[in-house]
């Protein structure tokens, strides 16, 4: 009975404004005082919103601000410096870089140099002279048959319905021109990934693209895809840092016929990853995991991501490397900071090791077991800017991906409606009244000027520290600032002697 009042009533209220519209030329204002009088009366008799009850008419002011105070915020009350996840200054640098607009900043530093934490590198008064052609690293261990030799700065993992056909195709047509990788993410090789840039083929938990009708890992179908000419790399998803331990999510409001066809899973439905793997349960599972990809791919590079949780889970997979001598061409370190279109806000905010803490962790536990000098590490989690790649890659990292900085050069405003296919930048949907506004012959150019530019600027950082090599980036040109004192990253994470795991008499940390 009540829910038919409340129909009525509204019904009533809509039915009120039309003839408004109709009579106006007529009764003016007095049609105005009806309507609202109708909106007040339905506010006090609806049961599910106590504000508009005892403050009927007025109480949807509330609701109004509350929708658009994300804008207000953004917009009118963040500085340039405080915005999260990525805030003005760094998203005004992406914008600058891809667009080729001017990228100087007037009047000094914005930030606060005195802040506890504060970072930066260390510059040399004699100078390298710089250098036009950019460092390059070839990925693939001993029992790689087909090593790749990747670019610095590449596109971290986003699949095909996370973001939209148009986001891809213009990600790996930029990648072709700028000649970087493009990691897929899990959602598998789409048609839209086919534009001639190289890829890396992520296979999560999922197994989209390469699974089974019940769900299971189909060497065959993964065989085909792998020995595609543009798949350079295969990376086994185990966990990332946004949600480690949990699925990946696809909203059915984004898995059309297409994308479920691409995946293998029935269309118009919640797709769900499950947080483990089905093909592995341990260790050496794992380890024999990536022996059989990489069989299968005929020898092409294969490692594995993750998001680092339990220490030891990780040391026992170096010892299993070492027993078994089954080692990844490559890791790829996701931190807790680490973007995603949708997860849980508890994995989020409380789950995985922060980025630059799994990062040292995983340096110092391969050189102490005597791994890295076979294994690359490739690195994830909000590298925006040139220093970025520097801090990383004196840290140990080989080479560095970036996800939130490659949406950005694509036109993303950060709205932060990813997981509601209503980004109003046709980045993260697949509604058609969106993706129209990015025009793909427009967008690669700007995410080749963003990455082409980023390392144009890394490279004047390298030489401004005096680095002729890639081995001389190291721990001591990072400093930070810890109670007042100024001291250098190798004085608060000493690099781990090689193979100093081995030796009966060194604890694991």
């Known amino acids: 009975m009540r829910k038919a009042i409340g129909f009525t009533l509204i019904i009533a209220i809509i039915a009120g404004l039309i003839v408004c519209t109709i009579l106006w030329p007529i009764y003016g204002f007095s049609l105005i005082g009806l309507s ?4 007040g009366l339905y506010d006090i008799f609806q049961k599910k919103h106590a504000i ?32 999260k996840p990525i805030n003005r200054s760094h ?25 506890e934490n504060f970072k930066w590198m260390q510059h040399s008064i004699y100078p390298s002279e710089l250098k036009k052609d950019i460092p390059r690293v070839d990925i693939g261990g001993p029992d790689c048959k087909k090593p790749y030799n990747a670019s610095l700065f590449n596109i971290s993992a986003m699949s095909y319905g996370s973001l939209s056909k148009n986001a891809i195709e213009a990600l790996n047509k930029g990648a072709k021109a700028g000649n970087f990788f493009h990691d897929t993410g899990e959602g598998a090789i789409s048609d839209y990934h086919l534009n001639g840039g190289d890829l890396v083929w992520e296979i ?27 798949v350079k790399m295969i990376e086994i998803k185990i966990s990332q840092g946004a949600k480690p331990g949990h699925g990946g999510v696809l909203p059915a409001s984004k898995n059309n016929e297409e994308i479920a066809k691409i995946r293998g899973v029935e269309p118009h439905t919640e797709v769900l990853s499950p947080p483990g793997h089905k093909a592995f349960s341990d260790a050496e599972g794992l380890l024999k995991f990536v022996k059989q990809l990489r069989d299968l791919s005929g020898g092409k590079p294969v490692g594995f991501k993750l998001s680092i949780g339990s220490k030891n889970e990780f040391f026992e997979i170096c010892e299993k490397m070492i027993e078994t001598g089954i080692k990844p061409d490559f890791i790829t370190v996701d931190g807790a900071e680490g973007g995603t279109g949708a997860a849980p806000i508890d994995f989020s905010n409380s789950v995985g090791m922060p980025w630059e803490k799994a990062l040292l962790f995983v340096v110092d536990a391969l050189n102490g077991y005597d791994l890295k000098k076979d294994i690359h590490i490739i690195t994830a989690t909000k590298i925006i800017t040139a220093f970025d790649i520097f801090k990383a890659l004196c840290i140990g990292a080989d080479l560095c991906n970036s996800a939130r900085g490659m949406m950005f050069a694509l036109g993303c405003i950060q709205s932060l409606k990813c997981d509601t296919n209503k980004c109003p930048t046709g980045v993260a949907t697949n509604d058609k009244r969106f993706t129209k506004g990015l025009v793909v012959e427009d967008k690669w150019k700007r ?59 060194n604890i694991l940390p």
Do not use: W
């Open 52 to 83: 508009l009850r005892n403050f009927p008419l007025i109480g949807h002011m509330r609701y109004l601000l509350e929708m658009i105070s994300p804008e207000i915020h953004q917009y009118f009350v963040e500085n340039d410096t405080d915005g």
């Open 204 to 230: 999560g938990t999922g197994y989209f693209g390469c699974r089974t009708d019940d769900g299971n890992f189909d060497p065959e179908k993964f065989s085909k895809k792998a020995n595609l000419s543009v």
């Open 447 to 505: 995410v080749k000027n963003y990455q082409e530019q980023t390392l144009r600027d890394f490279m004047e950082l390298f030489a401004a520290a005096g680095c002729n090599s890639l081995e001389d980036l190291n721990r001591d040109l990072i400093n930070k600032q810890i109670n007042d004192e100024i001291k250098s990253y190798s004085y608060f994470y000493p690099p781990v002697t090689s193979g100093a795991y081995l030796k009966e008499e």
């Open 91 to 115: 998203r005004s640098y992406i914008y600058a870089r891809a667009k080729l607009e001017n990228d100087t900043h007037p009047f000094g530093t914005e930030l606060n140099v005195e802040v």
């Open 36 to 39: 609202l009088f109708g909106i």
